[in-house]
Protein backbone atom coordinates (compact mmCIF):
# COMPACT_ATOMS: atom_id res chain seq x y z
CA UNK A 1 0.00 0.00 0.00
CA UNK A 2 0.89 3.19 -0.80
CA UNK A 3 1.40 6.38 1.07
CA UNK A 4 -1.14 7.62 -0.67
CA UNK A 5 -3.69 5.00 -0.06
CA UNK A 6 -2.71 5.01 3.07
CA UNK A 7 -3.74 8.61 3.52
CA UNK A 8 -7.00 8.09 1.60
CA UNK A 9 -7.70 4.60 3.48
CA UNK A 10 -6.88 7.00 6.96
CA UNK A 11 -8.96 9.56 5.91
CA UNK A 12 -11.90 7.45 4.95
CA UNK A 13 -11.49 5.42 8.10
CA UNK A 14 -11.52 8.89 10.43
CA UNK A 15 -14.77 9.96 9.03
CA UNK A 16 -16.63 7.28 8.98
CA UNK A 17 -15.10 7.05 12.61
CA UNK A 18 -16.35 10.36 13.48
CA UNK A 19 -19.91 9.62 11.85
CA UNK A 20 -20.92 6.30 13.36
CA UNK A 21 -18.64 5.58 16.32
CA UNK A 22 -17.37 2.96 14.61
CA UNK A 23 -20.65 0.40 15.30
CA UNK A 24 -20.61 2.06 19.46
CA UNK A 25 -23.11 4.66 20.55
CA UNK A 26 -22.79 7.82 21.73
CA UNK A 27 -23.83 8.19 25.23
CA UNK A 28 -22.14 9.67 26.91
CA UNK A 29 -22.61 13.79 27.31
CA UNK A 30 -20.85 16.46 28.72
CA UNK A 31 -21.28 16.26 32.25
CA UNK A 32 -20.19 12.47 32.39
CA UNK A 33 -16.71 13.36 30.19
CA UNK A 34 -15.79 15.92 32.57
CA UNK A 35 -16.10 13.79 35.19
CA UNK A 36 -14.40 10.77 33.66
CA UNK A 37 -11.61 13.54 32.79
CA UNK A 38 -11.29 14.47 36.56
CA UNK A 39 -11.77 11.34 37.91
CA UNK A 40 -9.25 9.89 36.10
CA UNK A 41 -6.76 12.20 37.93
CA UNK A 42 -7.34 11.17 41.23
CA UNK A 43 -7.00 7.84 42.68
CA UNK A 44 -5.35 5.82 44.91
CA UNK A 45 -1.92 7.38 43.99
CA UNK A 46 -3.27 10.88 45.52
CA UNK A 47 -5.26 8.98 48.46
CA UNK A 48 -2.57 6.30 49.67
CA UNK A 49 0.85 6.92 48.04
CA UNK A 50 0.77 10.33 48.22
CA UNK A 51 2.16 9.36 52.18
CA UNK A 52 5.49 7.48 51.21
CA UNK A 53 6.00 10.99 48.56
CA UNK A 54 5.33 13.48 51.70
CA UNK A 55 8.12 11.21 53.64
CA UNK A 56 10.24 11.02 51.19
CA UNK A 57 10.27 14.97 49.57
CA UNK A 58 8.56 16.72 52.32
CA UNK A 59 6.92 19.97 51.28
CA UNK A 60 8.83 20.16 48.04
CA UNK A 61 6.20 17.43 47.10
CA UNK A 62 4.18 20.25 46.26
CA UNK A 63 6.60 21.66 43.29
CA UNK A 64 6.70 18.18 42.37
CA UNK A 65 3.01 17.64 41.84
CA UNK A 66 3.12 21.40 39.69
CA UNK A 67 6.09 20.58 37.46
CA UNK A 68 4.40 16.69 36.99
CA UNK A 69 1.02 18.25 36.10
CA UNK A 70 2.38 20.55 33.84
CA UNK A 71 4.05 17.55 31.72
CA UNK A 72 0.64 15.64 31.99
CA UNK A 73 -1.18 18.93 30.39
CA UNK A 74 1.08 18.79 27.51
CA UNK A 75 0.46 15.41 26.98
CA UNK A 76 -3.43 15.58 27.28
CA UNK A 77 -3.04 18.80 25.07
CA UNK A 78 -1.00 16.47 22.84
CA UNK A 79 -3.92 13.87 22.85
CA UNK A 80 -6.58 16.41 22.22
CA UNK A 81 -4.39 17.23 18.84
CA UNK A 82 -4.77 14.03 17.77
CA UNK A 83 -8.42 13.77 18.91
CA UNK A 84 -9.88 16.41 16.95
CA UNK A 85 -7.92 14.94 13.81
CA UNK A 86 -10.12 11.79 14.29
CA UNK A 87 -12.02 11.22 17.07
CA UNK A 88 -11.60 6.85 17.12
CA UNK A 89 -12.28 5.32 20.55
CA UNK A 90 -8.94 2.96 20.46
CA UNK A 91 -7.37 6.15 19.97
CA UNK A 92 -3.68 5.24 21.59
CA UNK A 93 -2.70 2.17 18.98
CA UNK A 94 -4.56 4.21 16.15
CA UNK A 95 -2.23 7.19 16.19
CA UNK A 96 0.94 4.99 17.12
CA UNK A 97 -0.39 2.56 14.35
CA UNK A 98 -1.01 5.40 11.86
CA UNK A 99 2.40 7.53 12.44
CA UNK A 100 4.83 5.35 14.25
CA UNK A 101 3.88 2.02 12.48
CA UNK A 102 1.97 -0.99 13.09
CA UNK A 103 4.17 -2.94 15.26
CA UNK A 104 3.81 0.23 17.51
CA UNK A 105 -0.03 0.02 17.01
CA UNK A 106 0.33 -3.46 18.40
CA UNK A 107 2.46 -2.93 20.93
CA UNK A 108 0.61 0.00 22.48
CA UNK A 109 -2.74 -1.81 21.94
CA UNK A 110 -1.89 -4.79 23.79
CA UNK A 111 0.27 -2.73 26.14
CA UNK A 112 -2.27 0.02 27.36
CA UNK A 113 -4.88 -3.47 27.58
CA UNK A 114 -2.86 -5.09 29.86
CA UNK A 115 -2.28 -2.01 31.78
CA UNK A 116 -5.79 -2.21 32.56
CA UNK A 117 -6.27 -5.92 33.38
CA UNK A 118 -3.50 -5.36 36.25
CA UNK A 119 -4.87 -2.34 37.38
CA UNK A 120 -8.45 -4.08 38.00
CA UNK A 121 -6.80 -6.94 39.28
CA UNK A 122 -5.44 -5.20 42.05
CA UNK A 123 -7.89 -2.48 42.81
CA UNK A 124 -11.12 -5.06 42.90
CA UNK A 125 -8.60 -6.73 44.98
CA UNK A 126 -7.94 -3.50 47.30
CA UNK A 127 -11.56 -2.89 47.29
CA UNK A 128 -12.65 -6.08 49.19
CA UNK A 129 -9.67 -5.18 51.36
CA UNK A 130 -11.48 -1.94 52.25
CA UNK A 131 -14.80 -3.28 52.97
CA UNK A 132 -13.43 -5.27 55.76
CA UNK A 133 -12.93 -1.96 57.69
CA UNK A 134 -16.81 -2.44 58.04
CA UNK A 135 -18.00 -5.93 57.64
CA UNK A 136 -15.84 -9.35 58.59
CA UNK A 137 -17.00 -10.81 55.18
CA UNK A 138 -14.10 -12.34 53.25
CA UNK A 139 -11.79 -10.96 50.23
CA UNK A 140 -12.73 -12.99 47.49
CA UNK A 141 -16.74 -13.07 47.99
CA UNK A 142 -16.32 -9.04 47.88
CA UNK A 143 -13.84 -9.35 45.02
CA UNK A 144 -16.34 -11.44 43.28
CA UNK A 145 -19.46 -9.20 43.25
CA UNK A 146 -17.45 -5.63 42.94
CA UNK A 147 -16.32 -7.58 39.37
CA UNK A 148 -19.65 -9.11 38.28
CA UNK A 149 -21.32 -6.13 39.18
CA UNK A 150 -19.14 -3.58 37.39
CA UNK A 151 -18.57 -6.52 34.42
CA UNK A 152 -22.48 -5.97 33.98
CA UNK A 153 -22.99 -2.41 34.39
CA UNK A 154 -20.24 -1.86 31.39
CA UNK A 155 -22.09 -4.28 29.05
CA UNK A 156 -25.71 -3.19 29.93
CA UNK A 157 -24.55 0.64 28.13
CA UNK A 158 -21.81 3.00 28.03
CA UNK A 159 -24.34 5.08 29.39
CA UNK A 160 -24.40 3.35 32.65
CA UNK A 161 -20.90 3.19 32.57
CA UNK A 162 -20.73 6.96 32.32
CA UNK A 163 -23.13 7.43 35.42
CA UNK A 164 -21.13 5.52 37.95
CA UNK A 165 -17.99 6.86 36.90
CA UNK A 166 -19.52 10.25 37.39
CA UNK A 167 -20.65 9.40 41.22
CA UNK A 168 -16.99 7.75 41.99
CA UNK A 169 -15.77 10.69 40.56
CA UNK A 170 -18.13 13.33 42.48
CA UNK A 171 -16.93 11.02 45.85
CA UNK A 172 -13.31 11.94 45.39
CA UNK A 173 -14.05 15.25 44.20
CA UNK A 174 -16.04 15.96 47.27
CA UNK A 175 -13.50 14.09 49.99
CA UNK A 176 -11.23 16.71 48.95
CA UNK A 177 -12.76 19.83 48.47
CA UNK A 178 -14.48 18.80 51.61
CA UNK A 179 -10.78 18.38 53.11
CA UNK A 180 -9.47 21.85 51.34
CA UNK A 181 -12.51 23.95 53.48
CA UNK A 182 -11.45 22.14 56.91
CA UNK A 183 -8.27 22.95 56.30
CA UNK A 184 -8.42 26.12 55.37
CA UNK A 185 -11.41 26.74 58.43
CA UNK A 186 -8.87 25.23 60.72
CA UNK A 187 -6.14 27.82 59.81
CA UNK A 188 -8.54 30.57 59.32
CA UNK A 189 -10.61 30.06 62.33
CA UNK A 190 -8.73 27.47 64.28
CA UNK A 191 -10.90 25.22 65.70
CA UNK A 192 -10.10 21.61 65.94
CA UNK A 193 -7.15 20.05 67.96
CA UNK A 194 -4.66 21.34 64.89
CA UNK A 195 -6.15 25.47 65.60
CA UNK A 196 -3.25 26.18 67.74
CA UNK A 197 -0.17 24.43 65.59
CA UNK A 198 -1.60 25.36 62.42
CA UNK A 199 0.17 27.48 60.21
CA UNK A 200 1.27 28.03 56.47
CA UNK A 201 5.16 28.02 58.16
CA UNK A 202 5.24 24.42 58.12
CA UNK A 203 5.60 24.20 54.61
CA UNK A 204 9.13 25.94 55.05
CA UNK A 205 9.70 25.32 58.66
CA UNK A 206 10.77 21.82 59.48
CA UNK A 207 13.77 20.93 57.41
CA UNK A 208 12.80 23.76 54.48
CA UNK A 209 10.90 23.61 51.69
CA UNK A 210 13.73 21.15 50.59
CA UNK A 211 14.03 19.04 53.69
CA UNK A 212 15.50 15.57 52.11
CA UNK A 213 17.28 17.95 49.28
CA UNK A 214 16.42 18.16 45.38
CA UNK A 215 17.64 14.98 45.19
CA UNK A 216 14.80 13.64 47.32
CA UNK A 217 12.57 15.71 45.30
CA UNK A 218 13.59 14.68 42.18
CA UNK A 219 13.21 10.78 43.00
CA UNK A 220 9.49 11.27 44.11
CA UNK A 221 9.12 12.23 40.27
CA UNK A 222 8.04 8.32 39.67
CA UNK A 223 5.62 8.42 42.42
CA UNK A 224 4.22 11.28 41.66
CA UNK A 225 3.74 10.35 37.83
CA UNK A 226 2.24 6.91 39.03
CA UNK A 227 -0.90 9.07 40.73
CA UNK A 228 -1.70 10.46 36.91
CA UNK A 229 -2.11 7.23 35.89
CA UNK A 230 -5.54 6.54 33.75
CA UNK A 231 -5.77 10.81 33.21
CA UNK A 232 -5.42 9.62 29.43
CA UNK A 233 -8.67 7.66 29.82
CA UNK A 234 -10.89 10.08 28.25
CA UNK A 235 -9.21 9.68 25.24
CA UNK A 236 -10.78 6.17 24.81
CA UNK A 237 -14.51 7.51 25.37
CA UNK A 238 -14.07 9.84 21.88
CA UNK A 239 -15.81 7.10 19.85
CA UNK A 240 -18.72 7.07 21.84
CA UNK A 241 -19.30 10.58 23.14
CA UNK A 242 -22.09 12.72 22.26
CA UNK A 243 -20.15 15.64 20.54
CA UNK A 244 -16.42 15.30 20.68
CA UNK A 245 -15.41 17.96 19.45
CA UNK A 246 -17.04 19.78 22.40
CA UNK A 247 -16.98 17.97 25.22
CA UNK A 248 -12.88 16.44 24.80
CA UNK A 249 -11.56 19.76 24.37
CA UNK A 250 -13.43 21.15 27.62
CA UNK A 251 -12.39 18.43 29.38
CA UNK A 252 -8.48 18.57 28.82
CA UNK A 253 -8.42 22.18 29.06
CA UNK A 254 -9.73 21.55 32.91
CA UNK A 255 -6.33 19.56 33.41
CA UNK A 256 -4.65 22.38 35.14
CA UNK A 257 -7.11 23.50 37.16
CA UNK A 258 -7.84 19.94 38.13
CA UNK A 259 -4.03 19.28 39.31
CA UNK A 260 -3.90 22.86 40.76
CA UNK A 261 -7.14 21.96 42.86
CA UNK A 262 -6.81 18.73 43.93
CA UNK A 263 -3.26 18.06 43.95
CA UNK A 264 -0.96 21.09 44.62
CA UNK A 265 -4.11 22.75 46.91
CA UNK A 266 -4.81 19.64 48.58
CA UNK A 267 -1.23 19.54 49.81
CA UNK A 268 -0.62 22.92 50.60
CA UNK A 269 -3.76 22.93 53.07
CA UNK A 270 -3.01 19.41 54.50
CA UNK A 271 0.99 20.25 55.10
CA UNK A 272 0.09 23.70 56.36
CA UNK A 273 -2.38 22.14 58.84
CA UNK A 274 -0.18 18.97 60.26
CA UNK A 275 3.66 18.98 59.95
CA UNK A 276 5.31 17.26 56.78
CA UNK A 277 7.10 14.75 59.55
CA UNK A 278 3.92 13.20 60.62
CA UNK A 279 3.20 11.48 57.07
CA UNK A 280 4.82 8.04 57.09
CA UNK A 281 4.51 5.72 54.12
CA UNK A 282 1.89 3.28 53.94
CA UNK A 283 -0.82 5.55 55.96
CA UNK A 284 -2.90 8.19 53.69
CA UNK A 285 -1.99 11.45 54.53
CA UNK A 286 -6.21 12.33 54.41
CA UNK A 287 -6.46 9.89 57.75
CA UNK A 288 -3.08 11.44 59.08
CA UNK A 289 -4.63 14.80 58.52
CA UNK A 290 -7.83 13.39 60.27
CA UNK A 291 -6.69 12.13 63.25
CA UNK A 292 -4.00 15.04 63.68
CA UNK A 293 -7.76 17.32 64.03
CA UNK A 294 -8.82 15.25 66.33
CA UNK A 295 -11.74 14.13 63.94
CA UNK A 296 -12.00 10.23 64.78
CA UNK A 297 -14.89 9.70 61.66
CA UNK A 298 -11.38 10.81 59.41
CA UNK A 299 -10.79 7.10 58.96
CA UNK A 300 -14.44 5.44 57.84
CA UNK A 301 -14.24 8.74 55.52
CA UNK A 302 -11.11 8.10 53.72
CA UNK A 303 -11.71 4.39 53.75
CA UNK A 304 -15.38 4.88 51.95
CA UNK A 305 -13.48 7.68 49.60
CA UNK A 306 -10.61 4.51 48.89
CA UNK A 307 -13.21 2.14 48.36
CA UNK A 308 -14.92 4.64 45.75
CA UNK A 309 -11.53 5.35 44.49
CA UNK A 310 -10.80 1.36 44.01
CA UNK A 311 -14.23 0.83 42.13
CA UNK A 312 -13.45 3.73 39.65
CA UNK A 313 -10.49 2.63 38.84
CA UNK A 314 -11.65 -0.76 38.27
CA UNK A 315 -14.72 0.27 36.19
CA UNK A 316 -12.82 2.37 33.82
CA UNK A 317 -10.90 -1.13 33.30
CA UNK A 318 -13.68 -3.15 32.31
CA UNK A 319 -14.69 0.11 29.97
CA UNK A 320 -10.91 0.61 28.29
CA UNK A 321 -10.07 -3.16 27.54
CA UNK A 322 -12.77 -4.37 26.15
CA UNK A 323 -12.70 -1.18 23.70
CA UNK A 324 -8.53 -2.26 23.01
CA UNK A 325 -9.18 -5.53 22.35
CA UNK A 326 -11.97 -4.48 19.86
CA UNK A 327 -9.78 -2.10 18.28
CA UNK A 328 -6.76 -4.57 17.81
CA UNK A 329 -9.35 -7.25 16.54
CA UNK A 330 -10.81 -5.05 13.96
CA UNK A 331 -7.19 -4.09 12.58
CA UNK A 332 -6.19 -7.44 12.24
CA UNK A 333 -3.87 -7.97 15.59
CA UNK A 334 -6.06 -9.70 17.90
CA UNK A 335 -8.77 -12.73 17.39
CA UNK A 336 -11.70 -11.67 15.34
CA UNK A 337 -14.32 -12.50 17.92
CA UNK A 338 -13.18 -9.42 19.92
CA UNK A 339 -15.08 -7.41 17.63
CA UNK A 340 -18.36 -8.34 18.19
CA UNK A 341 -20.82 -6.03 20.38
CA UNK A 342 -24.17 -6.50 22.23
CA UNK A 343 -26.94 -4.77 20.57
CA UNK A 344 -26.46 -1.62 23.50
CA UNK A 345 -23.24 -1.12 21.77
CA UNK A 346 -20.43 -2.21 23.70
CA UNK A 347 -18.06 -5.06 23.34
CA UNK A 348 -19.65 -8.47 24.59
CA UNK A 349 -16.49 -10.54 24.49
CA UNK A 350 -13.51 -8.21 24.86
CA UNK A 351 -15.01 -7.11 28.12
CA UNK A 352 -15.97 -10.55 29.36
CA UNK A 353 -12.37 -11.91 28.28
CA UNK A 354 -10.95 -9.12 30.60
CA UNK A 355 -13.04 -9.72 33.72
CA UNK A 356 -12.59 -13.48 33.46
CA UNK A 357 -9.16 -12.30 33.90
CA UNK A 358 -9.48 -9.64 36.61
CA UNK A 359 -11.18 -12.74 38.37
CA UNK A 360 -8.25 -15.24 37.41
CA UNK A 361 -6.15 -12.51 39.37
CA UNK A 362 -7.96 -11.94 42.23
CA UNK A 363 -7.75 -15.78 43.26
CA UNK A 364 -4.38 -16.13 42.47
CA UNK A 365 -3.61 -13.01 44.39
CA UNK A 366 -5.76 -14.73 47.25
CA UNK A 367 -4.09 -18.09 46.90
CA UNK A 368 -0.42 -16.61 46.46
CA UNK A 369 0.08 -13.33 47.75
CA UNK A 370 3.94 -13.09 47.67
CA UNK A 371 6.65 -10.99 45.72
CA UNK A 372 5.82 -12.23 42.33
CA UNK A 373 1.92 -10.85 42.44
CA UNK A 374 3.80 -7.53 43.19
CA UNK A 375 6.63 -7.56 40.47
CA UNK A 376 3.47 -8.16 37.89
CA UNK A 377 1.45 -5.24 39.47
CA UNK A 378 4.24 -3.18 39.70
CA UNK A 379 4.61 -3.47 35.72
CA UNK A 380 1.28 -1.36 35.57
CA UNK A 381 3.63 1.88 35.43
CA UNK A 382 6.10 1.39 33.11
CA UNK A 383 3.07 -0.13 30.65
CA UNK A 384 0.70 3.26 31.42
CA UNK A 385 3.17 5.53 30.77
CA UNK A 386 3.94 3.31 27.45
CA UNK A 387 0.22 5.05 26.48
CA UNK A 388 2.13 8.78 27.13
CA UNK A 389 5.07 7.96 25.18
CA UNK A 390 3.30 6.54 22.03
CA UNK A 391 0.63 9.39 22.14
CA UNK A 392 3.93 12.18 22.42
CA UNK A 393 5.39 10.43 19.40
CA UNK A 394 2.13 10.68 17.60
CA UNK A 395 1.69 14.25 18.07
CA UNK A 396 4.95 15.31 16.69
CA UNK A 397 4.78 13.13 13.59
CA UNK A 398 0.97 13.82 12.95
CA UNK A 399 1.94 17.91 13.51
CA UNK A 400 5.27 17.36 11.12
CA UNK A 401 2.92 16.14 8.22
CA UNK A 402 0.06 18.72 8.81
CA UNK A 403 2.49 21.18 8.57
CA UNK A 404 3.74 19.79 5.25
CA UNK A 405 0.12 20.19 4.39
CA UNK A 406 -0.34 16.24 3.81
CA UNK A 407 -2.82 16.29 6.95
CA UNK A 408 -5.51 18.63 7.63
CA UNK A 409 -4.94 20.60 10.92
CA UNK A 410 -6.51 19.53 14.22
CA UNK A 411 -8.88 21.99 15.36
CA UNK A 412 -7.43 22.01 18.49
CA UNK A 413 -3.54 22.25 18.51
CA UNK A 414 -1.32 22.18 21.40
CA UNK A 415 0.29 25.32 22.17
CA UNK A 416 3.66 25.46 21.79
CA UNK A 417 4.14 21.68 19.86
CA UNK A 418 6.20 20.38 19.06
CA UNK A 419 9.11 21.80 21.54
CA UNK A 420 6.66 21.01 24.78
CA UNK A 421 5.91 17.40 23.21
CA UNK A 422 9.22 16.91 23.36
CA UNK A 423 9.90 18.07 26.55
CA UNK A 424 7.27 15.81 27.68
CA UNK A 425 8.78 12.72 26.30
CA UNK A 426 12.58 13.56 27.55
CA UNK A 427 10.62 14.13 31.45
CA UNK A 428 8.81 10.74 30.80
CA UNK A 429 11.89 9.10 29.71
CA UNK A 430 14.11 10.81 32.75
CA UNK A 431 11.12 9.54 35.28
CA UNK A 432 11.72 5.92 33.61
CA UNK A 433 15.48 6.39 33.99
CA UNK A 434 14.55 6.99 37.82
CA UNK A 435 13.13 3.96 38.17
CA UNK A 436 16.23 2.02 37.03
CA UNK A 437 18.05 3.74 39.19
CA UNK A 438 15.62 3.44 42.82
CA UNK A 439 15.72 0.08 43.39
CA UNK A 440 11.90 0.22 45.45
CA UNK A 441 10.99 0.93 41.52
CA UNK A 442 13.28 -0.86 39.78
CA UNK A 443 11.17 -3.86 39.55
CA UNK A 444 8.66 -2.17 37.32
CA UNK A 445 11.55 -2.49 34.73
CA UNK A 446 11.81 -6.27 34.62
CA UNK A 447 8.72 -7.12 33.23
CA UNK A 448 9.17 -5.57 30.27
CA UNK A 449 11.86 -7.34 28.20
CA UNK A 450 9.74 -10.25 28.36
CA UNK A 451 6.72 -8.79 27.41
CA UNK A 452 8.18 -7.03 24.72
CA UNK A 453 9.39 -10.20 23.28
CA UNK A 454 6.08 -12.47 24.03
CA UNK A 455 4.96 -9.59 21.62
CA UNK A 456 7.06 -9.51 18.84
CA UNK A 457 7.08 -13.33 18.37
CA UNK A 458 3.51 -13.10 18.46
CA UNK A 459 3.33 -9.95 16.06
CA UNK A 460 5.52 -12.11 13.37
CA UNK A 461 3.09 -14.99 13.90
CA UNK A 462 0.52 -12.78 13.41
CA UNK A 463 1.89 -11.24 10.17
CA UNK A 464 2.92 -14.22 8.72
CA UNK A 465 -0.58 -15.39 8.57
CA UNK A 466 -2.17 -12.56 7.52
CA UNK A 467 0.21 -10.96 5.23
CA UNK A 468 -2.00 -9.15 3.16
CA UNK A 469 -3.38 -7.26 5.93
CA UNK A 470 -3.29 -3.66 5.88
CA UNK A 471 -2.72 -2.84 9.26
CA UNK A 472 0.77 -4.85 8.82
CA UNK A 473 2.15 -2.34 6.14
CA UNK A 474 3.34 1.03 6.74
Keep these: MTSTQVDQHDNASGKAAAADGEGYQRGLGARQIQMIAIGGAIGTGLFLGAGKAISKAGPSLILAYAIAGLVIFFIMRALGELLMYRPVSGSFSEYARE ?122 LQIVMFAFLAVELVGVTAGESKDPEKTLPKAINTVPWRIAVFYVGALIMILSVVPWTHFQPGV ?62 TPLIGTTFSAGLMLVGVWINYQWPGDAFEKVVSFATISGMWAWIMILVSQIRYRARADRGELPQSSFRAPGAPYTSWFALLFILGVIVMMGVDEEARVSLYCAPLWALILGVSYLVLKARNPENASFKR
Design 99 to 220: FVGPFAGFVTGWTYWLFWVVTGITEVTAAATYMTYWWDIAQWVSALVFTIVLYGANLISVKLFGELEFWFSMVKVTAIIGMILICAGILTLGFSDAGDTASVTHLWADGGFFPKGIGGTVMT
Design 284 to 345: SPFVAAFEQMGLGVGAAIVNFVVLTAALSSCNSGMYSTGRMLRDLALNGQGPALFTRLTKSG
